[in-house]
Antibody
Framework: EVHLLESGGGLVQSGGSLRLSCAAS????????MSWVRQVPGKGLEWVST????????YYADSVKGRFTVSRDNSKNTLSLQMTTLRADDTAVYYC??????????????WGQGTLVTVSS | DIQVTQSPSSLSASVGDSVTISCRAS??????LNWYQQKPGQAPKLLIY???TLRSGVPSRFSGSGSETDFTLTISSLQPEDFATYFC??????FGGGTKVEIK
């Protein structure tokens, strides 16, 4: 059974940094691209970042480019998101999501339960 | 960047009704459009990918259609468990704003 477990969320001051982690299990982690998606409670979904299966290619939303860095450790089945220069509008639940086996354009077939990041101004 | 505009933002319907949600892309995206369902306090769940392919295990009352810039999600006979928020997603990234399906 596929399982994604995020950790690292919490309260941080504006301008601060935070590192999120996602522990993956139940599938061959190094075969799949992974992503971070965030959601302000009660609002819509915002794609944040994607990393290829081998970690070579990374992609970011304009809203986080230059401030967030996605990485993965395929030996530990772990996805990470290093967030710096945090702003109040980064406050959201951050989900780790696994791309479908067939293609990254076929959506996220599994999601974690999310971790809440709150940035205080 | 490709933007996706979803409509309506909310709708009210009764059990048994057929409902349709639309998603429009700002550029042609072929069939690279996915649909998700999200219930309060839960992560989204993938329903349909590649515009019209039903994910395994998803009830057949859900269907998707469209290509290039205009897409639709149809729920043919709304069930109590279908009251939720639905999101479209283009390609591997951006999402529509969501449609909340509420009980009339």
């Amino acid at each position: 059974e596929v399982h994604l477990l995020e950790s690292g969320g919490g309260l941080v001051q504006s301008g601060g940094s935070l590192r999120l982690s996602c522990a993956a299990s139940g599938f061959t982690f190094n075969n799949y691209a992974m992503s971070w998606v965030r959601q302000v409670p009660g609002k819509g979904l915002e794609w944040v970042s994607t990393i290829s299966a081998n970690g070579v290619a990374t992609y970011y939303a304009d809203s986080v480019k230059g401030r967030f860095t996605v990485s993965r450790d395929n030996s530990k089945n772990t996805l990470s998101l290093q967030m710096t220069t945090l702003r109040a509008d980064d406050t959201a639940v951050y989900y780790c999501a696994k791309y479908s086996m067939t293609a990254v354009t076929n959506g996220f077939d599994y999601w974690g339960q999310g971790t809440l990041v709150t940035v205080s101004s | 960047d490709i933007q996706v505009t979803q409509s309506p933002s909310s709708l009210s319907a009764s059990v048994g009704d057929s409902v349709t949600i639309s998603c429009r892309a700002s550029q042609r995206i072929g069939v690279f459009l996915n649909w998700y369902q999200q219930k309060p306090g839960q992560a989204p769940k993938l329903l349909i990918y590649a515009a019209s392919t039903l994910r395994s295990g998803v009830p057949s009352r859900f269907s998707g259609s469209g290509s290039e810039t205009d897409f639709t999600l149809t729920i043919s006979s709304l069930q109590p468990e279908d009251f939720a928020t639905y999101f479209c997603q283009q390609g591997f990234s951006s999402f529509g704003g969501g449609t909340k399906v509420e009980i009339k």
